[in-house]
């Protein structure tokens, strides 16, 4: 499975964000998946995840009622939209695989990884 992300950006405090991050080599269908950010001088972390039928939703702390993950099986696509950025939300953002039924926000439960797209939010 290789996973490309995309819809980086530098944006203002207040403003929102939609990523995304394609799927090719194998359908995501039967995957939970990922999102993680990194970041400068800190270790990555998770940030939401979503289960492989689209039912369950999983989401840090730091993002709950700001972000919203989904998927489209039909396009092989996950999203994160996030609002109300904070200069906080400054990372590298991931999109990971992992071929689990449930929820993880492990990272070492997550087998397939992105190259990750910059989102950076000034004050």
């Known amino acids: 499975v290789q996973l490309v992300e995309s819809g980086g950006g530098l944006v203002q405090a207040g403003d929102s964000l939609r990523l995304s991050c394609a799927a090719s080599?194998?359908?995501?269908?039967?995957?939970?998946l990922g999102w993680f950010r990194q970041a400068p001088g800190k270790e990555r972390e998770f940030v939401s995840a979503i289960s492989w039928t689209g039912l369950m939703t999983e989401y840090s702390d730091s993002v709950k009622g700001r972000f919203t993950v989904s998927r489209d099986q039909v396009k092989n696509m996950v999203y994160l939209q996030m609002d109300s950025l904070k200069p906080e939300d400054t990372a590298v953002y991931y999109c990971?695989?992992?071929?689990?039924?449930?929820?993880?926000?492990?990272?070492?439960?997550?087998?397939?990884w992105g190259q990750g797209t910059q989102v950076t939010v000034s004050s």
């Open positions: 080599g194998r359908t995501l269908s039967r995957y939970t």
């Open positions: 990971a695989a992992d071929v689990s039924f449930s929820i993880s926000t492990t990272q070492a439960d997550y087998e397939f």
